[in-house]
């Protein structure tokens, strides 16, 4: 793996593809363990968890399981508003169901509290989080994922569905901003 540059800014490899598919497979495992005789519904978190919902996804091909999709709203033009605005797409009725929100990263966590509020609403019988990154370091909301590909600093990072404004979101690596000499 080599470094990659993005707007003028370099990163240099950080997990490689190989390692977080490795790690995805036994996220899949306690998936199933945990899911044993229940149908959940995977809620992917677009656009960012693309990547790997769709990994984890079949990682869990032992169970009767259904996926849909989601966009929640919470940027203006290149800065996030702090706040989520809305949820996009979400149609099916969660009651009673078991619920795993897939998420690229969580890091300060006000996403994934808001989203869990709103999908609390609509009486599912679990809410579970996957995601791919965790910034623990980052929480300002007392969020604790169920099952966490890697915990990582909080540095920037793209590739495997995360961007820099857009770009680099099809990158199979994982990338993180290089220091400055």
Known sequence: MKQVTYEGMTFEPYITRETIAARIQELGKDIMRDCEGKKPLFV????GAFPFASDLFRACEGLDA?????????YEGTGSTGTVKEVLGLTENLEGRTVIVCEDIVDTGNTIHRLINELKAKNPAEIKVATLLFKPEALVRPVKPDYVGFSIPTKFIIGFGLDLNGHARNLNDIYILKEED
């Open 66 to 74: 259904e996926i849909t999709f989601i966009r929640l709203k919470s």
């Open 44 to 47: 992917c978190v677009l656009n």
